[in-house]
């Protein structure tokens, strides 16, 4: 057997043993439930995934509910998009990153209001997927009440599954969840003073 050959048939032995460890694990997930994912970390892309998920949903003519909870611009490309279909209601809540505006106080009366209008969306079950755009912020900051926040995640609609996003998401949340996915930052272009670019960062 030439040394093709033997690598040929090392290559279909391990896909066949593969294959069959994939096969075995989808059928036990026999399960059917709307899920809540957190995605968190230092790293870019957070946003990035929930609105591919929002694209994904929408694709199926699946109900979207966006809440963007510091974001404050509104002429973001995403927003642009996906304002375009009838079935994705989008909030842009927030009054600037922290930074910016400079009054706790403010920020906490902004995010308070923001939450109530989160919080229809996780009581009505009209809405397939909800994404609460930097909501781990609000928490980590003490600006809403995190029971009042794990319970009404908790309470949401059986099959209504809901993103969150955003740096620093407390335990608690952590533990809620179904899914959490750790962004890692690696290397970012703004470090390099590039700035932010449109259908990029915006």
Same mark, same amino acid.
């Given at each position: 057997?030439?040394?093709?050959?033997?690598?040929?048939?090392?290559?279909?032995?391990?896909?066949?043993?593969?294959?069959?460890?994939?096969?075995?694990?989808?059928?036990?997930?026999?399960?059917?439930?709307?899920?809540?994912?957190?995605?968190?970390?230092?790293?870019?892309?957070?946003?990035?995934?929930?609105?591919?998920?929002?694209?994904?949903?929408?694709?199926?003519?699946?109900?979207?509910?966006?809440?963007?909870?510091?974001?404050?611009?509104?002429?973001?490309?995403?927003?642009?998009?996906?304002?375009?279909?009838?079935?994705?209601?989008?909030?842009?809540?927030?009054?600037?990153?922290?930074?910016?505006?400079?009054?706790?106080?403010?920020?906490?009366?902004?995010?308070?209001?923001?939450?109530?209008?989160?919080?229809?969306?996780?009581?009505?079950?009209?809405?397939?997927?909800?994404?609460?755009?930097?909501?781990?912020? =609000?928490?980590?900051?003490?600006?809403?009440?995190?029971?009042?926040? =794990?319970?009404?995640?908790?309470?949401?609609?059986?099959?209504?599954?809901?993103?969150?996003?955003?740096?620093?998401?407390?335990?608690?949340?952590?533990?809620?969840?179904?899914?959490?996915?750790?962004?890692?930052?690696?290397?970012?272009?703004?470090?390099?003073?590039?700035?932010?670019?449109?259908?990029?960062?915006?």
């Amino acid at each position: 057997m030439s040394e093709v050959d033997k690598k040929t048939e090392y290559h279909n032995i391990r896909m066949a043993r593969k294959k069959a460890q994939i096969d075995a694990a989808i059928a036990r997930a026999d399960q059917k439930k709307g899920l809540l994912l957190v995605i968190t970390g230092n790293g870019k892309g957070k946003s990035t995934s929930a609105f591919g998920m929002v694209g994904r949903a929408l694709g199926h003519g699946m109900k979207v509910g966006v809440c963007q909870f510091i974001k404050s611009r509104t002429d973001t490309g995403e927003e642009a998009f996906f304002s375009q279909f009838a079935n994705c209601e989008w909030h842009v809540l927030g009054d600037g990153f922290t930074w910016d505006t400079q009054n706790r106080e403010q920020d906490i009366a902004t995010s308070r209001a923001a939450w109530q209008v989160a919080m229809k969306m996780l009581s009505d079950p009209s809405y397939d997927l909800v994404v609460l755009d930097e909501l781990t912020y =609000l928490l980590s900051y003490d600006y809403l009440d995190k029971d009042e926040v =794990l319970n009404g995640l908790s309470q949401k609609p059986e099959m209504q599954h809901v993103v969150v996003t955003g740096r620093s998401a407390i335990a608690p949340l952590r533990e809620l969840a179904d899914t959490v996915s750790e962004i890692k930052d690696e290397k970012h272009a703004y470090k390099a003073g590039i700035q932010a670019q449109k259908g990029i960062d915006l």
